[in-house]
């Protein structure tokens, strides 16, 4: 509750100086999930279901048409849960947007910054339960939807029982007509205790995806089409094991489809077996799907689009996992909602259900 007093207090104050010179601007967030993950048959994974909701509150000082000032909180509520809130983190950033470039430093919402990163990097809970990163994100695009970007973010600040940890990371997309080359990376850092605690070693993790494909769409319901390959390389190391680096290497292959809101994503892993310090750094160091421990993985994800805007995004799905000679289920409801004080007003033509079309 005292984070939360604390935004109130901010929240005063940004009301204060608006009063007398800058714009006043808000935002809201709100993020449903359940999240029913039926893995009993997996020695990867664990069995569970994951259901609750972000509330993420935020106000802004306006410096100019593309500089503001941010400060908010994210709420995290468990369904069942007797609590009045499960988690609270504080958030305050810098926010530097036009239409082709944005830049926030301080703690601030993931969505749609990292949004283009697979499972193979941050499996689903991430999502749900780290929405905010602490530190700094870059990105260009231009017309054509091409991007690059760079970020970090600070996930564990060293102290006697919180090891020190941070993420640097890297990707973009290329488009030539329906060809696209993608890059999606990233350097995890798990360090020590401050001061040292000499029972813990220092780990480090980087991963990159490259990939090759082709992307069409079409404005006759065709939302996606696309088809890739690619090559996921890792460096891996416990200091304490030893000070060379673990190199696993796979193949991967992607065929994704949706057309008026009914979709698959379908991923495919096949290579050296990774998350080799699994048993001593688990998901600390470990961010994506566990499922990668095995030497081959399958992610068939079926999904229907209740609701599409510029608001709302509403989904259904049932993914499937297919290792260790063994099938799994996933079923998954999403809801997220985003309004600010920018957006255009909800238009009665616009068209949000895109099943209406099949009748």
Aim: overall charge neutral; glycine content about 8%; hydrophobic content about 35%.
């Amino acid at each position: 509750m005292c984070k939360l007093r604390a935004f109130l207090f901010l929240f005063f104050i940004s009301l204060t100086i608006s009063s007398f010179s800058q714009e006043l601007t808000w935002k809201l967030g709100y993020n449903y999930f359940f999240d029913n993950a039926e893995y009993s048959q997996s020695s990867y994974s664990v069995d569970q279901t994951m259901h609750g909701m972000n509330l993420m509150p935020e106000i802004g000082i306006k410096l100019d048409k593309s500089q503001t000032i941010f400060t908010g909180v994210n709420l995290l509520k468990i369904a069942g849960s007797p609590s009045f809130t499960d988690g609270e983190d504080f958030m305050a950033y810098y926010q530097y947007k036009t239409p082709k470039v944005i830049f926030r430093a301080g703690a601030f919402p993931k969505e749609d910054l990292l949004d283009n990163y697979s499972t193979l990097f941050f499996k689903d809970s991430i999502r749900y339960f780290k929405p905010i990163m602490h530190g700094v994100f870059f990105k260009v695009n231009n017309d054509n939807n091409d991007f690059f970007n760079v970020w970090m973010d600070w996930t564990g600040y060293g102290s006697e029982s919180i090891r020190e940890s941070f993420f640097i990371g890297a990707s973009g997309l290329k488009t030539r007509g329906a060809l696209f080359g993608e890059l999606q990376s990233y350097l995890y850092h798990y360090a020590n205790t401050t001061p040292s605690t000499e029972s813990i070693n220092v780990s480090e993790m980087f991963q990159s995806h490259v990939s090759l494909g082709m992307s069409f769409s079409n404005t006759r319901g065709l939302d996606t089409l696309l088809f890739a390959v690619g090559g996921l390389f890792a460096l891996e190391r416990n200091r304490g094991v030893s000070d060379d680096f673990d190199k696993p290497l796979g193949l991967t292959a992607r065929f994704n489809a949706e057309y008026n809101g009914v979709g698959t994503d379908n991923l495919a892993y096949f290579g050296n077996k990774r998350m080799i310090h699994y048993n001593k750094d688990g998901d600390h160091l470990y961010w994506g799907t566990p499922f990668l421990r095995g030497k081959s993985y399958l992610e068939s994800k079926w999904y229907v689009t209740l609701i599409r805007s510029a608001h709302t995004n509403a989904k259904v799905g049932v993914n499937v996992h297919v290792t260790e000679k063994q099938v799994m289920f996933q079923q998954t409801i999403t809801l997220s909602v985003n309004i600010n004080k920018q957006r255009k007003r909800y238009q009665q033509s616009e068209n949000i259900f895109p099943l209406s079309k099949f009748f």
